[in-house]
């Protein structure tokens, strides 16, 4: 996005590079925040007021519609629906450190932090 964000303002490809660009923004910076902050504040609320039966409604109304969503995209794939009780724990915890680690990702890339995947160079010997 760095390397393209001129795209952000006037793209070269038309209202298709326009909204792909915006998306991916919304994407990887926007939705992160947002569903850290909403996460921080559900703590708060839980650990300051208590876990009010509202709370923990709403939880488990997330909780569920990450279910039907499991089961839209296994039905799809014609997967096994045993696999969709394991929507419980991409909210518990899977979806937390995703949206940290993008956080962080879009953090090391706007301060400029040299990246690489750690790939160790051949020597040529056994």
Same mark, same amino acid.
């Given at each position: ?5 001129? =795209? ?5 490809? +038309?209202?298709?590079? /326009? ?15 947002? %569903?850290?902050?909403? %996460? ?9 007021? +208590?876990?009010?039966? /509202? =709370?923990? =409604? ?7 519609? @990450?279910? *039907? @969503?499991?089961?839209?995209? *296994? ?5 096994? =629906? ?13 979806? &937390?450190?995703? @949206?940290?680690?993008?956080?962080? +990702? ?7 932090? &040299?990246?690489?995947? +750690? ?8």
């Amino acid at each position: 996005m760095r390397k393209h964000s001129s =795209l952000l303002i006037k793209p070269i490809g +038309g209202w298709k590079t /326009l909204i792909t660009m915006w998306q991916m923004v919304f994407e990887s910076v926007i939705w992160p925040i947002a %569903n850290i902050w909403a %996460n921080a504040i559900f703590l708060f609320v839980a650990i300051w007021y +208590g876990l009010s039966p /509202l =709370l923990l =409604l709403w939880w488990i109304q997330l909780t569920v519609l @990450d279910m *039907i @969503d499991a089961m839209y995209c *296994i039905t799809l794939e014609e997967e096994q =629906l045993s696999l969709v009780p394991y929507a419980v724990l991409y909210r518990l915890m899977f979806i &937390q450190i995703v @949206d940290v680690t993008k956080l962080l +990702g879009t953090l090391e890339e706007l301060l400029g932090l &040299q990246m690489s995947w +750690g790939k160790l160079e051949r020597i040529g010997r056994l």
